[in-house]
């Protein structure tokens, strides 16, 4: 099926799908923190201009190859650098915090930027169980607490919760919160909670519309939304051609790898071939995930096509990709091809 043969029903969906950023905020091999930033900030430039609803940056951390894991402060040099679009956390891994901080924290970012912050709150460490350790300073929490956590954080922003403790700023100020996942555990809870939810099918694919399934039966609607809203993550790269996209795409596949072996890196230039580097086991192993419909490659007409395809499969309420490329100009120009479709 070629671009021109979207059905009616297709585009319709597609157009009226917003498509959202998110930034891992890469640092490439050779480079530094400040560089990525600077690169960040001018990405993020690109994506207001170009009509990006989001723009959402991660929590990772002991990753080399990762500069976003003062979350906060990351997302306060987008906001302060750009004008409408909305900048937020994709998200916080809440319960490497105490809530309170979390929501002073992001209080000031809607009080210094008004109605562009959104808090995406997650349940995981970001890292590994050592790093955990080190940022929790105990490992009695394996996420099992994360709904207490919610609570508690949307208590010290409310004005009405019955608590003694209170978050100044934050207090009555309007921060959307969102949940994210990567499995069932935070779909049950989005919908308990009736808040909206962003599944991270970019990295956990089988479980996606298991997630999609439950979180959509089991909503509940409360003051904040009174129908279902979800977001679904996409691994993409574009390029002018289907060859130099896949030539490009070497390079998150690169990292991948490098994380499938304990070793994570900096973000690697791309190769031409992975086999020169990786055994047949581990790129059949990564290729086996990247086949599913949330990874794509391809020139304009094919990720129009594969993000139609997605849009229409899954009936996303927003789209939030993930684009990645060792060269900065590559990376803007395959945000730019996908910012294209938009118009």
């Known amino acids: 099926m070629t671009n021109m043969e979207l059905t009616h029903?297709?585009?319709?969906?597609?157009?009226?799908?917003?498509?959202?950023?998110?930034?891992?905020?890469?640092?490439?091999?050779?480079s530094n923190a400040s560089e990525t930033f600077k690169r960040s900030l001018d990405l993020a430039q690109k994506a207001d201009e170009w009509g990006f609803n989001r723009y959402w940056l991660a929590e990772h951390h002991n990753m080399p190859g990762i500069g976003s894991s003062a979350t906060s402060i990351i997302i306060n040099h987008i906001a302060q650098g750009t004008k409408h679009i909305r900048v937020g956390s994709g998200g916080i891994m809440l319960p490497n915090h105490a809530p309170l901080m979390i929501a002073e924290q992001f209080g000031?970012?809607?009080?210094?930027?008004?109605?562009?912050?959104?808090?995406?709150l997650g349940r995981a460490p970001g890292s590994d169980q050592l790093t955990a350790r080190a940022l929790r300073r105990t490992l009695f929490s394996n996420g099992d607490d994360f709904p207490d956590l919610v609570e508690e954080l949307e208590a010290y922003m409310s004005e009405d919760a019955a608590t003694g403790v209170k978050a100044y700023p934050g207090v009555g100020q309007d921060v959307p919160i969102w949940l994210l996942g990567s499995s069932g555990f935070s779909a049950r809870l989005a919908a308990q909670r009736g808040l909206p939810f962003s599944f991270a099918s970019h990295f956990a694919p089988d479980y996606m519309h298991q997630a999609i399934d439950l979180y959509r039966s089991r909503f509940e609607p409360s003051e904040t939304l009174s129908k279902p809203h979800i977001m679904l993550g996409v691994s993409l790269v574009a390029a002018d051609t289907d060859e130099e996209a896949e030539y490009l795409s070497t390079s998150r596949k690169q990292q991948m790898l490098d994380l499938m072996r304990g070793k994570p890196g900096q973000f690697k230039p791309p190769v031409k071939n992975l086999s020169d580097h990786y055994a047949p086991g581990e790129i059949a192993a990564l290729e086996r995930n990247r086949g599913a419909s949330s990874y794509m490659t391809g020139?304009?007409?094919?990720?129009?096509?594969?993000?139609?395809?997605?849009?229409?499969?899954?009936?996303?309420?927003?789209v939030i990709i993930?684009?990645?490329?060792?060269?900065?100009?590559?990376?803007v120009r395959s945000h730019e091809i996908v910012a294209e479709l938009l118009s």
């Open 9 to 30: 029903k297709q585009t319709k969906r597609f157009k009226d799908t917003p498509l959202s950023v998110l930034d891992l905020a890469p640092i490439t091999q050779g």
């Open 322 to 331: 993930s684009s990645d490329a060792f060269d900065h100009d590559a990376r």
């Open 299 to 318: 020139s304009q007409d094919t990720i129009k096509q594969k993000l139609a395809d997605f849009i229409d499969e899954t009936k996303a309420d927003e």
């Open 108 to 120: 000031t970012l809607d009080a210094l930027h008004p109605g562009r912050i959104d808090l995406g």
